[in-house]
């Protein structure tokens, strides 16, 4: 009779657990920020409809394969960063080089760099690892069938969406520049038909997308769309073949996670450099600014304490980062707080470090898109996904209709020779066949006493670092908005070329002359597209940067 009290009552108590937690989900916000208004859109569809922030993640991200096809892809690969159920995770879908690939592929037979080879082309894309990603992210954490998550991208695809003015410019700079440049790619004649404000129709790649919804991953690395991808291939020298994609598997990896202030951060780990440097730059900051107060905003002190742990945060980038299947990457040693302090004791308020000074300090190595989510139940994603520069190689599989990544320009093609975006590396991001190359993506999120608070990442190479530190640092620091967090200028400095500043307008005039006296040289870039999530006083806020075409939503 004892016994079944006590049953009684746990049973009773489970229940009324039970309730608070279903009226607790009841009254809990939920929150999108993205990169335009169709995946905005259809995410919210899918929260609404019940499902959770991976399955609203999965149909955005095949959605962007459409309506924003500069970044959007199943013909590139990305990062996930995931909170789900009091557990942080973290996906790399990021592509691999072929299996023919080799060191100096890039490379002319006196070994200079031939220009372009590794940016533009058949031969400048990795093996694609979306669909693989997105496959893995359904199987371990979806709620919804696969198929009700591919269709609205199958639908904007088949019967066509209206076309962003933003999208037509973008299509036009490429194909001039291509022209310009020479480049002999497909691009022009899939997307040069397309205008501002009319519907533009995808009928390959709505058929692509079908039979991705019909097999899953092997909707694409097996069968049609594998043997249409490697014949094309064939056709025109490249060298990504079906065992490259029978091959290709997305990677579950443990997030990095470290505390700071009083926050957790969740952030991406190696290949990734961009989790490893964020941490550098946010508790090295704390070590180098004043103590006692908070420094203005975008002032001169503040740019230059940021500028100079950016030397450093991006020697060690160029030394120590790739892929960890390969070369084994001093993780833990780079984040850890003993190694930091040291690394910050040469920063002076006032003197400006020679950037060929600063060595990696470990004794013993545009395009992409990002969007943010937040469930009803708290759970959150941040994902990065690219095709690395603004549509990718230019060149789109014929029969399957997606454009190509050119993401082999991210590995260091030659040792010292800087990529597209100005970064340099060496041994530790060498070509080798099946290895991820290093990436500047940092899809992160950041937990107080285990609820999510922010929520961020960003396209732009490796500015995407300095946006997303500069982003948590407006949040948590200044106390910004998260309109104001993605809106307030940025700056961004990565040790070469050096003491260089690229910065937004809207910066002081006079802190720019001031930083000049200390002997910094400026280009004015607006860089990244920051969507961030952020809870003040319990309550969240979504914000996509005015910049570009993204679309917030916050679901009360
Ligand atoms: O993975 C990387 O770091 C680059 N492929 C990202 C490229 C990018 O952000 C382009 N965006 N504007």
């Known amino acids: 009779m004892k016994m079944k009290l006590n049953v009684l009552i746990s049973l009773l108590i489970s229940i009324s657990l039970n309730i608070s937690s279903v009226l607790a989900l009841e009254n809990t916000q939920a929150a999108v920020a993205m990169p335009d208004s169709y995946s905005a859109n259809v995410a919210v569809d899918v929260l609404q409809r019940g499902g959770n922030a991976i399955d609203a993640a999965i149909a955005a991200q095949f ?12 013909g590139g690969g990305g990062f996930m960063t995931i909170y789900k159920d009091g557990q942080a995770d973290f996906l790399d879908y990021r592509e691999v080089a072929p299996l023919k690939a080799h060191r100096d592929m890039y490379l002319d037979d006196s070994g200079n760099v031939i220009e372009n080879k590794s940016l533009y082309g058949i031969l400048s894309s990795g093996v694609p690892g979306t669909v693989d990603g997105m496959w893995q992210a359904h199987k371990k954490y979806g709620s919804k069938p696969w198929q009700e998550l ?19 410019k973008n299509i036009q700079w490429r194909i001039n520049s291509f022209n310009k440049e020479g480049v002999k790619v497909n691009f022009a004649q899939y997307f040069a038909n397309a205008k501002a404000g009319e519907i533009f129709k995808q009928p390959e790649l709505a058929a692509t997308l079908k039979r991705i919804s019909e097999k899953g991953r092997d909707g694409f690395y097996k069968g049609e769309t594998a043997k249409i991808i490697s014949q094309f291939m064939l056709k025109h020298g490249g060298i990504i073949g079906m065992p490259d994609l029978a091959e290709y598997k997305a990677i579950w990896r443990t997030p990095i996670q470290q505390s700071w202030r009083e926050y957790q951060v969740i952030t991406a780990p190696p290949p990734s450099s961009g989790g490893i440097a964020i941490l550098q730059w946010l508790k090295m900051y704390d070590l180098v600014k004043p103590q006692s107060t908070i420094l203005e905003h975008n002032s001169v002190q503040y740019m230059h304490l940021l500028a100079e742990i950016g030397k450093r945060v991006f020697a060690d980038r160029a030394e120590y980062i790739g892929d960890p299947d390969f070369v084994s990457v001093a993780q833990a040693q780079l984040v850890d707080d003993k190694y930091i302090a040291m690394r910050a004791e040469g920063i002076r308020p006032n003197v400006v470090s020679d950037s060929e000074s600063i060595e990696p300090g470990l004794k013993e190595s545009e395009d992409t898109t990002h969007f943010s989510i937040v469930d009803k139940w708290g759970n959150a994603v941040s994902n990065t996904t690219t095709i690395n520069y603004t549509f990718g190689s230019g060149v789109i599989v014929e029969g399957a209709g997606f454009i190509l990544n050119d993401e082999m320009d991210d590995f260091s093609v030659k040792a010292g020779v800087a990529n597209v975006y100005g970064a340099i590396g060496g041994q530790a991001n060498e070509i080798q066949p099946n290895k991820r190359m290093v990436s500047s993506m940092t899809p992160t999120i950041l937990l107080k006493n285990n609820e999510v608070q922010v929520v961020t990442g960003s396209p732009g190479g490796t500015t995407i670092i300095t946006s997303v530190y500069q982003s948590i640092l407006n949040v948590v620091e200044f106390g910004m908005s998260a309109e104001q967090a993605v809106n307030t200028p940025r700056f961004h400095h990565q040790l ?3 003491n260089e500043i690229r910065y937004y307008s809207g910066i002081n005039a006079s802190t720019l002359a001031e930083l000049q006296k200390l002997g910094y040289n400026f280009k004015q870039s607006n860089f990244g597209d920051v969507q961030l999530i952020s809870r003040k006083n319990g309550v969240l806020a979504a914000a996509s940067e005015t910049n570009g075409r993204g679309k917030s939503i916050v679901i009360n």
């Not at 591919?150 to 037509?168: C, N, S, T, W, Y």
């Open 63 to 74: 959605v962007l394969a459409v309506t924003l096809p500069e970044a959007g892809n199943v």
């Open 150 to 168: 591919l269709a609205p991208a199958i639908k904007f695809a088949e019967q066509g969406f209206i076309v962003h003015p933003e999208m037509v």
């Open 496 to 498: 070469w070329p050096k």
